[in-house]
């Protein structure tokens, strides 16, 4: 099945600085690939996705970008705030993994004022 | 979102006993899936249905039984709990393969 790779595990920045989550994914079918916030105590909630016929894709402060040929995907956070502090999970879908979403172990980001 | 709710919200058993989650979505969702979240290995996928009378085995399915014999619901049933099932316990849905997936709001399941 996919195998979702994330890095890193802990994050921690100053409000207002950028931060960067990576993920690498096994499965060459894969097509699309979501991001998930989850906030202490709650649910997994998602923030942006992409499809694997686009590169990136934007939405306010938070972006994706994608490369196929390496087979990863990157989280872009700009202008953080203390309330972007929360556990992120990449995920991917593939034919090979059943229509089942796979999730990378989550990073935990601390933005600190 | 309100469109799919778990029961209960904390559980806690003893080792041994069998104990049912209970998922239910409203969106008439094809896909219904159980994670289990486990602190340092994320979300783990315990099994997934693509329709009614269609389950199949996902990453950590032992000990773990389903059935889903209507579209809206999705039980998860420990047959005979074990204290390395101590979790929580997420149930979600969506419609295809490319729609977002949406997550119930848990299940914490204590095993003594």
């Known amino acids: 099945g996919e195998n979702v790779e994330q890095h890193p595990s802990t994050l921690s920045v100053q409000e207002g600085d950028s931060a960067v989550i990576k993920c690498t994914y096994s499965?060459?079918?894969?097509?699309?690939f979501p991001w998930y916030k989850q906030e202490l105590g709650k649910r997994p909630q998602l923030i942006i996705d992409?499809?694997?016929?686009?590169g990136e894709k934007k939405d306010q402060r938070i972006a994706v970008t994608l490369n196929k040929t390496a087979k990863h995907f990157s989280l872009h956070i700009t202008e953080t705030q203390p309330e972007d502090s929360a556990v992120y999970f990449c995920?991917?879908?593939?034919?090979?993994?059943?229509?089942?979403?796979?999730f990378g172990k989550g990073t935990s980001l601390l933005v600190t004022p | 979102d309100a469109g799919i709710t778990q029961s209960p919200r904390y559980k806690i058993t003893e080792t041994g006993r069998q104990v049912t989650l209970m998922c239910h979505q409203t969106w008439s969702h094809s896909y219904m899936f159980w994670y289990r979240q486990d602190l340092g290995h994320g979300l783990r996928l315990i099994y997934y249905?693509?329709?009614?009378?269609?389950?199949d085995k996902g990453e950590v399915p032992d000990g773990y039984v389903v059935s889903r014999s209507k579209t809206e619901n999705f039980p998860l049933t420990l047959e005979s709990a074990t204290r390395s099932q101590t979790s929580v316990y997420f149930c979600a849905s969506r419609q295809g393969n490319n729609s977002p997936l949406h997550f119930g709001n848990g299940t914490r399941l204590t095993v003594t």
């Open positions: 249905s693509a329709a009614a009378d269609i389950t």
């Open positions: 499965d060459s079918a894969s097509n699309y």
């Open positions: 992409i499809r694997s016929n686009v």
């Open positions: 995920a991917a879908l593939g034919f090979n993994s059943g229509y089942a979403l796979n």
